[in-house]
Every structure is written in structure tokens, then in C-alpha cells.
């Protein structure tokens, strides 16, 4: 294999509390048509190697490449992107929302190619794509056939242009605990029905997996549970048919959407041994300053480089299994009768970046068990701002309950839980929890986790600094008005104490 595998992909997910810093006024939204100027940061001042350009439901700009080449061009000539940078486009899944977007998007990859050889440059600059919400081997099959096909009928119709490559690598990307624990098994059926459909090998393969939705949908402890046994299946993987396998993980600043900060680059090596590429996404890049950012991004991708798989036996796996099953169930029971409380809450949030309506794991009518439901950033940031830590609902309850050999597996393969659950707790609000239950006496099994997580860890919850504090009051007032514009206001205020939006 003759390509460098990318360590650190920005991205465009909208979790910032902050006015990006290459903006020169004090609004944080992030327009469709800015992204392009902010690819090109990431690419130059920040370093990253990657940029994911995301036409899953989203305003996505065709003329990307376009527009970097023709404003950039000396840099591109530095840097080719290909080889040296990468963009990435996540196409839309044809299977799980109207596919009106998916021939624009390849179509934009045959044009970048086009341009590129116009300008002589040596490297075709698009050449793989993810697929959201993977379920089999026959989708990835399918969209690499569909890229051939519009390829073919390019070059015969058009023929006074570049002729275009028909290879599209696909990389799939996997969102829920069950896809990403049997994505061997996709992987397996895929590289045998690649072989014999278009009668060569796959040299390696980029497997991405989710982290927020997965969290939203079944709770965080059943998340990171999740992510540690998929990446130690993907190791096996890779270990047993010799194919090299290079995990993406798709991961937000705050502990529940992964934990992946400047602050905690070493935390994130430590609990997932084996990945190759790490998402940066907008609240890493723009809520912190740029002389803490930058060496964050190096030291992640010297970490990222050295990482290994760290295989779970078949023992601690099924105990592991065990855990994450008990931890969404208590997760639901726990939140099912919150949602509603919540609703106000999620209207009033603020917005980041253009976006068409959403869809995911959690489907067009984005539910969990029937209710109503935001997107994972919107949920993470509303349950901050009425100052519980969505990391902690279900999750004290369930580690009060395991056996002693049950906390020792976690333990040994979640070795910052105790930090992690530190850090969270700091955010947790006793006063807006009181007017809450006020209105709903469910949330008392909040009030449990938080109880349960003392007595396990001898954490102390709620604030100690004093932006904590000024958080802890904000999340009070919050609870206590019914006004949306100040209720936006009190968010963007606590966000930025916290340094992510979601």
C-alpha cells in the first residue's frame, strides 16, 4: 500500500460554543458556503490531514474542490490533495433517506479529478467515500457499482474530457452497538464478494464507528462499551485474514459523545487502543486557543500512529456484553419519562451550520422508544444546560448493581472511568435538579445515578471552579423560565463556560 493513512480528520459536526477563529465577527454560525474557507484552515494553519465533507443530510458546495484549487493553489501545489491531504466525502445512505444528493456528490468527485489533470496536478483528489448507517456488504457493493456506472457514461458521452477512474473505496461506517460488534462479519462478506465482483483484492480497509448516536439511542456507558468491543473485534479481524483494518472514530469534545478534547488526548489514547484516525470536531478546533490546539493535534497524531489493538478475550467480552445490556436498559427507564421535560429545551438550541432534516440510527422521526428526539449534539448540550450530564443517567444505578468481577472487567478495560465520571459531575447542578423534580418526581433516579456514583467512587457532584459555579446558577435559571429567546441566551452562556456547544 502506497498512501498515508490519516490520523486527524476534522469535521463539521456543530459542537462549538465559540466563534470559530477564522471568522473576523462574533457569530458562530458556520454557513455552507464558509466551510470550504474552513477546510482549508484545518488543512493549513491547524494541520489536520483530513477534512470530511458531509452530504448526509446537509447543504453540502459542490464546487469544493474547485474552490480550493483555484483560491489555494500554491498551497495545493505544496500539499497535494490525495496524497498529502485528504477530503472526504460521507454520501448520503440511499437505503435510509431520499438519495437526492448521492449522483450530485459523485458527480462532484468525477469533476475534481477533471480539474485536477487540468492543472496537472498527479493525484486524483477524491477517491474514497463514507457510507452512514452501514448494514451489509451489498450496500457498499452497490454504491461502488453505482460509481462505475455514472463513471462509464461520462467517459463514453463526454468524451472531450478527462477520462475518470470507475474505483470508489468505500468506507463504512457503523453507528449502533449491534453494527458495530458484527462488523467483522459485514467486513468478512465484503472483502470475499469484492474478490469476486470486480476480480481484485482490497489491500486495507477504513472502518469508521459512531459515537454519538450510538450514546443517544442507548446511554453512554453502553456507547464506550460498544466502541472498545468493536475495535477489539476489528482487531481480531484484521489479525485473522492478514488484511490491514484502520478504524475511524467519530468522537465529540464532551465525555459522553467520546471525550476527545485538547485537554484529554491522553485519556482518549488510553481508552481506544487501535485507532488510526481520530475525528477533531468544531468545539476541539474553536473552544480553546490556537496554541493549545495545535500541539493537541500533533500529540494525537504521534499517539494515533503508535496505537494497538487491544484484544478482549472471549470471556471479558461476554461479560462486557452483559454490562452494556444492562446499562441501555436502565438508560431508557430512566429517560423515557424525562423526554417531555426536555422538549422546551431542545427548541430553544442554538444553531451552527446549515442542515436539512436529520436522520441516523435513531430514523426519519429521530425517536428513542417513540419519543421525540434531537440529534445527539442538541441532546448532550440540553441535558448540560439543565445541568445534569447526560453521561450519568442510568449509569450509577447499574455500577452499584455489578458484581465484583463484573467492575473489575469494566475497570480493566475502562481505566478513566472513575476520572471520567469526576469530570462529568462537576457539571451537575443540585438546585436545578430540585426545581425539576418539582415538575416530574421521575427525575429522582437521576437524583440515584448521582447518589450511587458518590457512594462507588466518593465523588462529590457539582461545581467546584468558579465557572462551574456560574454554570451550576445558569442551569438553575434555565430550568426556572419558560421564555425561548433567554433560554437560547443562557445556553450559549454555559457553553461557552464549558468550552463545547453539544
Known sequence: MNRKIPNVM????????????????????????????EAYQNYSVLDADEYMWDWEGKHADASVVNRLYSKHYDYFTKHSLGKDKYLTFRLPNIWEEKGYSLMQAMTTMMLAEDFADDLNFDNRPLFEAILPMTRNADQLIAMEDKFAALAKFKNEEFKNVHPNSDTLQMIPLFESFESQFNAPKILKKFVDMYQDHFGRPIEYLRVFLAGSDSALSNGFLNSIIGNKLALSKLGEFSKETGLPVYPIAGTGSTIFRGGLSPRLVDRYLEEFPGLKTATIQSAFRYDFPLDEVKPAIEKLRTGLQKSEFNIINDEDQAILLEIAEKTAKEYHVTLDPLIDDLQAVFDAFPKRRDRHQHVGIIGYSRDVDGYKMPRAITFTGSLYSVGIPPELIGSGRVLKKLSSK?????????????NDFAHVMKYFSPEALEVLKQHNSAWKGVEEDIQAMDELFGIKAGPVTKEQVKHAQLATDLVSIKDIQIRTLLIEKMSKLRQFLG
Open 10 to 37: 476534522g469535521t463539521q459536526h456543530p459542537d462549538n460554543a465559540n466563534v470559530p477563529f477564522f471568522k473576523h465577527h462574533d457569530n458562530p454560525f458556520v454557513s455552507a458556503f464558509r466551510e470550504i474557507d
Open 406 to 418: 463484573e467492575f473489575e472487567v469494566l475497570e480493566k478495560y475502562y481505566p478513566n472511568i472513575r
